[in-house]
């Protein structure tokens, strides 16, 4: 069962890369006392790669959320299966990032 602080917080490990299509460098970099999960494209036809973690919850409402920053992320015809988000697995985005943006806010709420 995942551990909650006592703000609600609760920050997942165990963080493995998945590659489904294209070539892509996946990379942990630590920076300011957090680690940033890192996804480049580096073939010539981008690429479909995620990072994905299991966590054991109780029952109950959750919010999943992180920042997100693009350089270069394009999308072919508004795909809104493109680009950066969070998501639970199964679940459809509702954020997405593309293009080149700071370091954005993103979430994605769920429940139990």
């Keep these: 069962m995942q551990t909650?602080?006592?703000?609600?917080?609760?920050r997942?490990?165990?963080?493995q890369t998945?590659?489904?299509a294209g070539e892509a460098r996946l990379d942990i970099l630590p920076r300011d006392g957090r680690m940033?999960?890192?996804i480049q494209a580096t073939g010539p036809q981008g690429c479909a790669?995620?990072?994905r973690t299991t966590v054991i919850l109780p029952a109950g409402k959750f919010r999943f959320s992180g920042r997100v920053?693009?350089?270069g992320v394009t999308s072919a015809q508004?795909?809104?299966?493109?680009?950066?988000?969070l998501r639970i697995s199964g679940g459809k985005r509702v954020q997405t990032v593309v293009g080149d943006t700071d370091w954005?806010?993103?979430s994605y709420e769920f429940e139990v």
Excluded: M
């Excluded at 997942?12 to 963080?15: A, L, Q, S």
């Excluded at 508004?78 to 988000?85: C, K, L, Q, R």
């Design 49 to 51: 790669a995620s990072w």
């Design 104 to 106: 954005t806010q993103a």
């Design 36 to 38: 940033d999960l890192s």
């Design 78 to 85: 508004d795909d809104p299966n493109d680009g950066a988000a």
């Design 4 to 10: 909650f602080d006592a703000t609600g917080t609760a």
């Design 12 to 15: 997942p490990g165990g963080w």
């Design 69 to 71: 920053r693009t350089a």
């Design 18 to 20: 998945d590659r489904k």
